[in-house]
């Protein structure tokens, strides 16, 4: 078990410019969960998938981002267009969902985003 | 998703207990309590959950008032490393995927 890990670590991109953040979840874990954090506040819901299936998307997730997990293993984040509000911190989190309905999330490192 | 309100900052001495309060007055009945930490520079971790009864595991105890309306998550010997934002979030659990909502957590400073 080597965590849920998330690359790049750090991306400074210039405005308008289109980025895109992966994520490997634990190995076995059929949820994938997508948050944002910006400085001193919480990390806000994205979007989640159950295997391949992505089953919901904040409204905080305007047209420009998009998020895939092709072959319900490592996800992907792509930001279009990217404007400086969209500088933040994004969090990938993993999660197995069997029997027990006692669901821990285990999340990544992040990727901080800077857009100049 | 209930809300929940938690103090903005604490302190602790090194060695001592710290006990970390949440508010959570319109918990619904399906509704667990449950605690997560965040260290500086790294993602949210999982500490503890609970529904109704007092729970405790290796990193941490968690204690439901009887009314569920309240809760504490006690640390019975903070570090230095306790230093973290502790979020408290109550949410279903009934497996439909509902995501965990973060507030502002609060603040542990463990000091020496």
């Known amino acids: 078990d080597t965590g849920v890990s998330q690359n790049p670590r750090h991306k400074i991109t210039k405005r308008g410019q289109n980025v895109t953040f992966r994520c490997d979840p634990i190995s076995e874990h059929n949820r994938l969960y997508w948050y944002r954090q910006t400085l001193g506040q919480g990390p806000e819901f994205l979007t989640y998938f159950q295997n391949e299936a992505q089953l919901e998307k904040s409204r905080l997730l305007s047209d420009r981002f998009s998020a895939e997990r092709p072959k319900g293993s490592f996800s992907t984040l792509e930001i279009q267009r990217t404007e400086q509000g969209d500088s933040a911190m994004y969090l990938c989190?993993?999660?197995?969902?069997?029997?027990?309905?006692?669901?821990?999330?285990?999340f990544g490192s992040g990727t901080q985003l800077s857009v100049l | 998703d209930a809300k929940t309100t938690q103090p903005t900052s604490m302190d602790c001495a090194e060695g001592r207990a710290a006990n970390l309060p949440c508010n959570h007055s319109t918990i619904s009945g399906n509704e667990y309590v449950y605690w997560y930490r965040q260290i500086h520079s790294q993602g949210p971790q999982y500490i503890i959950h609970g529904l109704k009864n007092n729970e405790t595991n290796e990193m941490a105890s968690l204690i439901i008032t009887e009314d569920r309306k309240s809760s504490t998550l006690i640390l019975p010997h903070a570090t230095l490393r306790d230093t973290a934002v502790y979020y408290c979030i109550v949410r279903p659990d009934n497996n439909a995927g509902n995501m965990l909502t973060f507030g502002g957590g609060t603040r542990l400073m463990v000091k020496p």
């Open positions: 989190a993993s999660s197995r969902l069997g029997r027990s309905t006692n669901e821990k999330l285990f």
